[in-house]
């Protein structure tokens, strides 16, 4: 696809802050057609160092809390001043997905964006630590790292050129995310499916000049993306 939205971030600043596959081009693909308007709370659970949180309140107008475990909210929020955005516009959150800090039904939504294979494969996740904060018809948009069909008992040897069986363990394929959200009774899976962005958000990330990109290069210089895809996940709150 043509990311039009994502184009105005291909600079220094923000593959410097970005931590694995481009998560801007993720996240426009993501976000295509969604249902949230202008104006609405939404939090970016898993935020990093909140490059997509920036794109959410400059892209779609929405207010949003970036929500993170390990990044640095002081950092973070000079970053979105850099960035041109205020306080009223993004407030960086530093919070553990398995115990949130805000109001019950507080968001009209929740984006995450190749974070929530790291905090939401138990099935209650969805029902227990994560919808109780989302409005009654809010939406919930993840986007997850994945495989094209899981190998987890015979892993394709350039996986394991860069990654542990225990890191892969967080990556799983369609069959397997539809049996984890179809466990909630709190939310309508409106669509799971496979994005395009697969082989040109890789090839981005490896071009970054970091520790973790250098190791995630060698298999997909091997080529591993054969094997992998990232996964979009819509859900509505009923």
């Known amino acids: 696809m043509e990311y039009v939205k994502s184009g105005k971030y291909e600079n220094e600043l923000i593959y410097q802050k970005i931590m694995g596959p481009n998560p801007i081009k993720l996240q426009e693909e993501l976000m295509q057609n969604n249902q949230l308007k202008k104006g609405s709370v939404v939090m970016d659970l898993g935020s990093g160092q909140g490059v997509t949180s920036v794109f959410l309140a400059k892209e779609y107008g929405f207010k949003v809390y970036a929500t993170d475990l390990w990044s640095d909210p002081d950092e973070n929020r000079k970053f979105f001043c850099q960035m041109g955005l205020s306080g009223d516009e993004i407030i960086p959150v530093k919070a553990d997905a398995l115990n949130l800090p805000y109001e019950k039904e507080f968001f009209d939504g929740v984006v995450s964006t190749d974070s929530y294979n790291y905090f939401g494969r138990d099935d209650t996740f969805l029902d227990e630590k994560l919808l109780p904060f989302v409005k009654k018809g809010g939406y919930v948009y993840i986007v997850v790292p994945g495989m094209k069909k899981d190998c987890h008992d015979d892993?394709?040897?350039?996986?394991?050129?860069?990654?542990?069986?225990?890191?892969?363990?967080?990556?799983?394929?369609?069959?397997y995310w539809q049996n984890i959200v179809s466990k909630?009774?709190?939310c309508e899976i409106l669509s799971i499916h496979e994005i395009q962005s697969n082989e040109e958000c890789w090839m981005d990330w490896i071009g970054c000049d970091n520790e973790f990109s250098l190791n995630d290069r060698k298999a997909i210089d091997a080529g591993a993306c054969k094997y992998l895809n990232f996964i979009a996940i819509v859900l509505q709150k009923i």
Do not use: R
């Open 155 to 175: 892993f394709h040897h350039e996986l394991l050129l860069s990654w542990t069986p225990e890191q892969l363990d967080y990556i799983h394929d369609i069959e």
């Open 184 to 186: 909630s009774a709190d």
